[in-house]
């Protein structure tokens, strides 16, 4: 079975744990709050801007053999470049203070993420960083245009506070379909497995993530 395949069959328990968060089902049903929305928008930022850093930490650890992975990697890279900015423009547009947002500290959940990540590039092996790729990607185009638009009927916020949300949802479309070229290029059982195991973890990190918000908004519910 090719990588991307084994991906989707593998990790479905770990995706149907994050898909049950009930934050993503109150995004559904209209019972999400300005407070809720600009939460998950602070947990965004802060993790989404280690993306460029972790990436390059990726190419670093890459060698020669993997060059083609490397400008993989350089084509993430160019893509992903501030999009951290545009969480924050959207944080403002829904209301809440973007520069408390910036330098706000990230929930434990969050960080924990993120420095799984840095973790698992430097001490296990740095392609499993692609099991969080697949995570984040993935989740975009199950839920990102869907819930921007439930979110936006809900709290009546302006299209401008969907820029994160909806790009990501269109963008990542585009990316999965590169990915899953890309990672059907890697035939190494042992690798497989590695970013197989990844995935699986990054979903349950994931999911703490969004399972946290409401109890410890990182930002007020705006007045």
């Given amino acids: 079975m090719k990588l991307y395949d084994r991906l989707i069959n593998e990790t479905a328990a770990e995706k149907d744990y994050l898909m049950s968060s009930p934050i993503i089902k109150k995004c559904f049903t209209g019972d999400i709050t300005n407070g809720d929305y600009i939460g998950f928008l602070s947990q965004a930022f802060h993790h989404v801007k280690h993306t460029v850093p972790l990436l390059m930490a990726v190419g670093t650890r890459l060698t020669d053999s993997q060059e083609w992975l490397r400008e993989a990697v350089a084509k993430y890279i160019e893509e992903e ?27 434990f959940e969050t960080e924990l993420m993120v420095a799984y990540a840095y973790d698992y590039i430097n001490r296990t ?18 839920v990102a245009d869907n819930a921007a638009s439930a979110i936006q009927s809900a709290l009546g916020l302006p299209a401008s506070a969907f ?60 007045a």
Avoid: C
């Fill in 125 to 142: 092996n740095p392609l499993g960083f692609f099991g969080m790729v697949h995570v984040l990607e993935g989740t975009s185009i199950a």
């Fill in 81 to 107: 470049i501030g999009h951290q900015e545009w969480i924050l423009n959207d944080i403002a547009a829904a209301g809440g203070d973007k520069e408390q947002a910036r330098h706000s500290q990230p929930a």
């Fill in 163 to 222: 820029s994160y949300l909806r790009s990501h949802g269109s963008i990542d479309i585009e990316h999965v379909k590169f990915f899953e070229q890309l990672m059907n290029k890697i035939e190494d059982k042992d690798t497989q497995d590695i970013i197989v195991n990844s995935a699986k973890k990054f979903y349950r990190l994931y999911a703490d993530i969004f399972r946290n918000l409401g109890k410890d908004l990182t930002l007020k519910e705006a």
